[in-house]
């Protein structure tokens, strides 16, 4: 009976990836910060608003986890926000004890209009790909993904 044996990746072409993937995601954050400038708003606040306009209303502990920052550091951040009108305090109505964020137009608006920047920067870089490389690209990044979000 033929044993079947999973293929092992190759150190070298592991240590390219992981290289390129670390100057991708540096340039990203270099970009992302740029585009934020322009705004009134700090990488850390708009994290916290990605995760409030990807997953909906959550409470502060929850935030905090997503972010992995210390519970403190996350109240201070939506009080920031809050003063800034970008997201709002609001209680659950299953159980008044509980404090939920919830994101407001300005934050919604805020998150539109970067996240519309950062695609308009990727598609400038992909000007060079055709559409099956740039089909075959998502298609790896985002079965990378979802192989490491299982992890």
């Known amino acids: 009976m033929n044993e079947v044996h999973p293929i092992t990746s190759n150190s070298k072409d592991v240590a390219e990836i992981e290289k390129e993937l670390r100057y991708i995601s540096s340039i990203i954050k270099q970009k992302g910060r740029e585009i934020l400038s322009n705004y009134k708003i700090t990488p850390p606040q ?9 997953d909906g209303d959550m409470t502060i502990g929850e935030l905090s986890n997503k972010m992995y920052l ?12 809050e003063k800034n009108e970008l997201l709002m305090r609001v209680k659950d109505e299953n159980d008044r004890r509980v404090v939920r964020i ?7 608006r805020i998150i539109d209009e970067v996240i519309k920047k950062r695609q308009d920067y990727l598609n400038a870089v992909l000007t060079d ?16 993904h979802q192989e490491m979000r299982d992890e």
């Not at 210390?70 to 926000?81: H, K, P, Y």
């Not at 919830?102 to 919604?108: A, S, T």
């Not at 790909?129 to 990378?144: C, D, G, V």
């Open 46 to 54: 708009f994290i916290a608003l990605q995760w409030l306009f990807e």
């Open 70 to 81: 210390a519970f403190s550091t996350t109240t201070d951040l939506v009080d920031r926000m």
């Open 102 to 108: 919830h994101l407001l137009q300005e934050g919604k």
């Open 129 to 144: 790909h055709n559409n099956e490389e740039i089909a075959s690209l998502k298609r790896n990044l985002i079965k990378l």
